[in-house]
């Protein structure tokens, strides 16, 4: 099943289909592919949780990267349990604004204990406490890609790993971590193991 997304659509009828597009992300079931117009702008403001589910979100057409800005105080913006997904050809922001105590958490974050198989790619993140991560207490990675993209400009770290296995960064653009200004703490890639040994990790060409 493909979900289709443009804000531009008037008809009045949506569904999800091609022919009547969702007008928001937050319409979108994220039981397939998600795939929202080209130079769009969405806005979440509640968790965007997706649990057990294959898809993938990116663009349809061809331009400007659609923007999800992710508006959702102290909370996940997407959090993928369990996913197999690609997120490819987006931006996600926030305009949050940090004041130590409201933030965006994690533009998205991952968990699972049967297995995360995530492809991010192609994507831009920016604003957030956490640019991208997984949380702890997760058991099972098969596979983790990042790369081909940008995270920037992020409260903490821009890539928080608990559980680093079967993971792979490479070619991404990671700038100025740590935007706290009362700590200035943070990390481009920040790899945390609380639960299994380290395993089949590449970072390179970043």
């Known amino acids: ?13 949506s569904d ?14 994220f039981t397939g592919n998600v795939l929202v117009e080209a130079g769009s702008t969405h806005a979440i403001t509640a968790k965007k949780a997706i649990s057990g ?4 979100l990116g663009e349809n057409g061809t ?5 999800i800005n992710i508006n959702v105080v102290n909370d996940y913006g997407i959090q993928l349990v369990n996913p197999t997904c690609t997120i ?6 926030t305009t949050i604004t940090h004041d130590g105590s409201n933030d965006a958490v994690f533009a998205i974050e991952m968990r699972g204990t049967t297995a995360v198989n995530a492809t991010l790619q192609n994507f831009n993140v920016s604003g957030t406490r956490f640019g991208v991560g997984i949380t702890p207490n997760t058991t099972i990675i098969e596979s983790l890609v990042i790369k081909d993209g940008a ?3 992020n ?11 079967n993971l792979e960064i490479s070619g991404m653009t990671l700038n100025t971590p740590g935007q706290n200004t009362a700590t200035n703490d943070g990390d481009n ?12 990790v590449s970072i390179h060409d970043n």
Do not use: C, H, R
């Open 189 to 200: 890639i920040q790899l945390v193991n609380t639960v299994n040994d380290m395993a089949n």
């Open 16 to 29: 999800g289909t091609e022919s009547k597009p969702w007008l928001t992300i937050t319409d979108a079931l």
């Open 155 to 165: 409260w903490t770290d821009n890539i928080l790993i608990a559980e680093a296995q």
């Open 151 to 153: 995270i920037s400009d």
């Open 63 to 67: 331009g400007t990267d659609p923007i």
């Open 1 to 13: 099943m493909t979900e289709w997304v443009d804000p531009d659509y008037a008809g009045g009828d």
């Open 53 to 56: 589910q294959t898809f993938t």
């Open 88 to 93: 490819e050809n987006v931006s996600l922001e």
